[in-house]
């Protein structure tokens, strides 16, 4: 019984170790923390590597149409996406996404990649002496 009012009265007199979160200042996230999925349309090719990679669907590419779409509530956060695209357009960002009571689906819809000409077959030429 002693013993426990000795723990009671240091911890009530002690530093708190917790937060008052919504009191408190909102603390910075850790260095490795994956918070959300940032997309640069400027350097995407739409080869939807991304979207095949994905195990939980969350992104769609449609190239004929130039969009490029993430569903945030079925992203899992697993960070294939990024390690995938080949042109380092989608990277992980350590800032949390915001909550939403409504259906998120990040839209991002850019120009078409027009088709390029077929490349013309080499000529093979016989030189026979």
């Given at each position: ?7 009671v009265t240091r911890?009530f007199f ?7 979160f ?5 603390r ?13 349309e ?5 080869c ?29 956060l ?6 995938s ?6 990277t ?10 409504t259906?998120?689906v990040?839209?991002f819809?850019?120009?078409?990649p ?13 030189d026979?002496?």
């Open positions: 019984m002693a013993n426990m009012f000795q723990l911890n002690n530093k708190k170790l917790t937060r008052a919504p009191a408190g200042p909102e910075a996230p850790y260095e490795r923390t994956k918070g959300r999925i940032v997309f640069n400027k350097t995407c090719i739409l939807s590597i991304c979207a095949k990679r994905c195990p939980s669907d969350a992104i769609t590419v449609d190239r004929a149409t130039g969009k490029w779409e993430l569903d945030a509530f079925r992203c899992i697993c960070n294939e996406c990024v390690v695209c080949p042109k380092k357009s989608i992980m960002s350590t800032e949390r996404r915001n909550g939403s009571e259906k998120v990040e839209t819809q850019m120009e078409p027009k088709p390029q000409p077929p490349k013309p077959a080499p000529t093979i030429s016989s026979s002496k």
